[in-house]
């Protein structure tokens, strides 16, 4: 794969997430469960061989604002995306807190 490839983003809602490819390879993904009108993101990861290029970010900032567009509310139960709407306020409209219920939300799709 090249270093100068550029990250495409992409949503596989049939598989509840968020992916980031290079050269066409998934590298990473941002797996999220839909509730009401809620998007709760619980987990996000990027093949070890990518860290330090900023994709985790570049995925984040494309799923969130994705979900927000879509006139849904999002809900940072990942520690990752927690960090990342917690220092960019580019969709800081549309954030729910966590709940309960939205862990419970999670505990579903995860067993």
Known sequence: MSDNAEPVVTHDPAH??????????????AAYVDAADQRIFY????????GGRGLAGT????ALTATRDEGRRIVPVCPYVKKWVGSHDDVADAVDPVTPEALAAVREVVR
């Open 16 to 29: 509840g997430r968020y992916e980031i490819a290079l050269d066409g390879a998934r590298v990473g993904l």
């Open 43 to 50: 987990h996000t990861e990027i093949d070890d061989a990518y």
């Open 59 to 62: 995925l984040v900032r494309a």
